[in-house]
């Protein structure tokens, strides 16, 4: 797979072959150590010496190992590594992970360069875990563990036993001497280690790894402007279709990831206009933010009127939160001020309903105000009268003005005491008039995308910080009283009101695959609550966790005379299948042995009960690295399907990785390319970052018989709510404003095709510079048997390309629509222009500077 690295290598002449290098030693002493810069986070070091007294740190302080236990201030350190060489060959590092943890890691290597599972095993009520080290136990039949741990003020050590590094025995007190860490000079700095005895050509590998890490971040940092004098003669380019070499690919390569992060779902997508309808805001919520409590967003609309809020006797379990009001004077009420304000059209109907109870002998009916910014009345409307029991109320209410910024105002008619619950305003004008539906809008800028499948509910939202805050579907069911919110971990409050069978209409709705993803029984590895970062469902809990998921495939599609999940589906509006075809098992995650061990499970049991099901595993957060290696390998093991690989990368890394997917192996697993984007500090989407994901979608269209699907991530920011930049579309209350990068999303999702027909392409000019800013693909769609050029010009210059069509079957005129996205790479108000054009078999075309170029040659009229 990496086979163009020692390409690499050779090109820019860092690496010579050892047998050209002469007189290098036979072996040298490398120093293994962790310094206590950046509270100890910069993870494991190496220095080497021939003479045990000069040392030469590589890097000088290159992490070759980084401690991933834990998040935020507590997280990700390295503390004391110890290093040996086991009896298995394989080099084990221990480490501390903190001064207040009773915890050590363990990972393994067979080169010191490529690690593999983090284990984070704990050391039970022995206080914490400083100093851990390994030593071979007298018998050589396993190892013997040993660590310092301070306890009520005393300092103990403690030892336990393993074979394997997995299963350990119960820690004991014991008089051990815990082996010393050796001191050595470096750099003038005396730092403490494991000192060790390796060949030269050992040596000379870490070496050369960090030279590579630095070449590759020096092409990472590569922008795509360049300077136009470089280009001075006409850049030619002609293209030779090959046919003969034409290969099927994916027809579900451009989907969306809908993930409720940037206020996504509640006071985005999902239309509901009040915020806090449930009175279930509460200060776990948004962490840091002691005002954010079931009264958010809600004022009294008087003086004579006591608002409060009671649990005794909620309306259901999961939504235990109502508002009481006590009315000492007729004609005062509740308002809602929105998310960030309610907007409202004049001439459009709104659906107003609420929960309302008063056990009063005199009861009546509620009144629902729209009020503009200056809190005129422009609607008005009543329900029914109030019962003595929860009883749900409703009213259609039409606005006689606008407003962006109006409030909403419930006020009943009567005095005394009232309870309210679930109060809710919904636009009837909704994506496909849905009941309960989405942001007409905001859908539709989805839905113009035309993708094949939607990701849903994330992202981290599905695996959750902590296991508490796992995303659980059979609570977002059934009827909105029901559902369960949850606190959202970008900091907000998900209602739920958008659930799973809001998601699944929805994908039906704009004709395109569900693909939900869940938890791998584990959460978020940067999780902060209830534990440090990943943390895995306790073994007990896990057959009920699969039963959950196995219930959703039910849920989706199951017959209801026979299911009672299927049941439920059918009683929701929805009696015929979803036909749900894929499920995401795990989002990201650290591959641990704790992850291993529970996606295996859900694995086997999902392939078991339902063979059909196309399971979507992981690789890990980076396009590299421990978790994408691990992942992979689990899934080739596995036979999984898919691999949900993610990777926000720079600029420069999509320009020096155009031939990511060539190099894979075509008989693994397929790959979903789950998440990604082009990030640049600093800036939003552009004509860089939109040109730069054109050009990867056209590797990802190369590839298409191995690269199954793609989703740009994430989705939807609300202004002034946003946590996440850049983001594909970006709103506010009334307008929906796409980024640069959506117009890519919308053209490969409008010009998608199922065979792709290889190309050779000439040049005028060879210098990598060029060659590595052009980019083109040819694509047949089957069902419109249309024929789609793309051109990517990443250059600063024009290019005249020529492109032979007869190979295609083009014999004569052809009428083409033409789409043009261009502009300089800062630009972020570009829009693709499009024009129907004629053209010839020898089809010539110039490619302005910094472009993508669709052609669409229509075969039907
Ligand atoms: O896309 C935003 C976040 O990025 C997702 O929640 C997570 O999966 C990734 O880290």
């Not at 050209?20 to 190496?46: C, Q, V, W």
């Not at 997508?269 to 200060?283: C, K, M």
């Not at 508002?323 to 809602?336: Q, S, T, W, Y």
Request: glycine share 8%; charged share 20%.
């Amino acid at each position: 797979m990496k086979k163009a690295f020692f390409f690499l290598f050779v090109t820019i002449g860092f690496s010579l072959p050892n047998h050209l290098m002469a007189n290098e030693p036979d072996s040298a002493y490398i120093f293994a150590y962790a310094t206590e810069k950046n509270a100890g986070r910069n993870g494991l070091h190496f220095a080497w010496s021939t003479d045990r007294n000069t040392w030469h740190s590589i890097g000088p302080e290159r992490t070759f190992l980084r401690s991933e236990y834990a998040s935020g201030r507590h997280g990700k350190r390295m503390l004391s590594p110890y290093l040996i060489k086991g009896n298995d060959g394989m080099w084990h590092c221990l480490w501390s992970v903190h001064e207040g943890y009773a915890v050590f890691a363990h990972c393994t290597s067979t080169d010191l360069i490529s690690w593999g599972q983090q284990a984070f095993p704990t050391t039970g009520n022995t206080g914490n875990c400083m100093n851990p080290s390994v030593t071979f136990s007298p018998t050589g039949q396993d190892y013997l563990i040993t660590w310092k741990s301070l306890q009520a003020g005393n300092t103990k050590t403690y030892s336990c036993r393993t074979k394997d590094f997995r299963t350990y025995s119960i820690p004991q007190a014991e008089n051990v001497a815990v082996p010393h860490r050796q001191q050595v000079t470096i750099n003038g700095i005396t730092e403490s280690g494991t000192l060790h005895r390796v060949a030269w050509n050992e040596v000379e590998a870490l070496i050369q790894a960090d030279k590579m890490a630095k070449y590759k971040a020096i092409q990472n940092a590569e922008r795509l402007a360049i300077n136009p004098d470089l280009f001075k003669d006409t850049i030619t380019l002609n293209v030779t279709p090959r046919p003969e070499e034409s290969k099927k690919i994916s027809d579900m390569l451009i989907g969306v990831f809908f993930e409720d992060i940037n206020y996504g779902a509640d006071g985005g997508l999902y239309a509901e206009l009040v915020q806090n309808r449930d009175f279930e805001y509460s200060p776990n919520d948004i962490g840091r933010e002691e005002n954010w409590t079931a009264t958010n967003s809600w004022t009294t609309g008087g003086e004579s009127l006591l608002f409060d809020i009671d649990t005794v006797a909620p309306l259901h379990a999961h939504n235990p939160h109502y508002a009481v009001l006590d009315i000492k004077e007729k004609g005062h009420g509740l308002v809602n001020d929105g998310f960030d304000g309610v907007p409202v059209k004049a001439g459009e109907k709104y659906d107003f309903s609420i929960f309302a109870r008063s056990s009063n002998s005199k009861r009546g009916k509620i009144t629902v105000r729209l009020l503009d910014e200056g809190g005129k009345v422009i609607g008005e409307a009543r329900t029914g009268k109030i019962s003595k029991t929860w009883n749900k109320l409703s009213a259609v209410v039409e606005a006689t003005a606008s407003t962006v910024n109006g409030r909403i105002e419930v006020i009943p008619n009567m005095e005394g005491k009232v309870d309210l619950d679930m109060v809710s305003l919904f636009p009837q004008k909704t994506f496909k008039n849905r009941k309960n539906g989405m942001r007409a809008d905001l859908a539709q800028a989805i839905a113009d995308i035309h993708p094949r499948f939607v990701r849903f509910p994330g992202g981290c939202v599905a695996h959750g910080n902590g296991l508490d805050n796992i995303y659980r579907w059979e609570n977002t069911i059934g009827p909105l009283e029901g559902r369960k919110p949850l606190r959202n971990l970008w900091g907000y409050h998900q209602t739920m009101g958008l659930g799973y069978y809001e998601y699944f209409q929805f994908c039906e709705d704009i004709g395109a695959e569900p693909l939900p993803v869940v938890a791998a029984g584990v959460c978020c590895q940067n999780s902060s609550i209830g534990g440090a970062g990943q943390m895995g469902i306790p073994m007990e809990e896990m057959p009920e966790y699969i039963e959950s998921l196995l219930n959703l495939i039910e849920w989706a599609n199951g017959d209801p005379s026979e299911s009672p999940w299927a049941k439920m589906r059918a009683e929701a509006g929805h009696p015929k299948p979803f036909n749900l075809k894929y499920l995401g098992v795990g989002n990201e995650d650290l591959i641990t042995p704790v992850f291993e061990e529970r996606f295996t499970m859900i694995f086997k049991a999902i392939k078991e009960k339902y063979p059909e099901i196309q399971v979507v595993g992981t690789s890990g957060p980076f396009s590299e690295g421990p978790d994408y290696v691990e992942g992979w390998k689990i899934a080739s093991k596995l036979g999984i399907p898919l691999v949900d690989e993610h990777y926000y990368q720079p600029a420069g890394w999509f320009l020096n990785n155009h031939d990511y997917y060539d190099r894979y192996d075509r008989s693994k697993p397929k790959v979903y390319l789950g998440e990604y984007a082009t990030h640049i500090p600093g800036k939003g989407n552009n004509i860089e970052t939109a040109l730069l994901e054109a050009y990867h979608l056209i590797g990802c269209e190369r590839n298409g018989d191995i690269v199954s699907m793609t989703s740009y991530a994430p989705l939807l920011a609300k202004d002034r709510r946003t946590r996440w930049r850049p983001d594909l579309i970006y709103f506010n209350n009334t307008e929906v404003k796409p980024g640069t990068s959506y117009y890519t999303q919308l053209l490969f999702g409008q010009n998608s095709g199922n065979e792709y027909i290889p190309s050779v392409l000439t040049l005028s000019d060879n210098r990598d510079d060029v060659r590595k800013r052009i980019g083109i693909s040819v694509v047949k769609d089957s069902l419109s048997q249309d024929l789609i050029l793309k051109f990517v010009n990443l250059l600063p210059v024009k290019v005249q390309a020529t492109i032979d069509l007869a190979p295609l079957g083009i014999s004569g005129k052809q009428d083409a629509t033409k789409t043009v996205l261009s502009g300089m790479p800062e630009d972020w108000k570009a829009r693709p222009e499009t024009s129907s054009i004629a053209i010839e078999p020898q089809y010539r075309d110039e490619l302005p500077a910094y472009s993508l170029t669709i052609v669409r040659l229509k075969s039907k009229s």
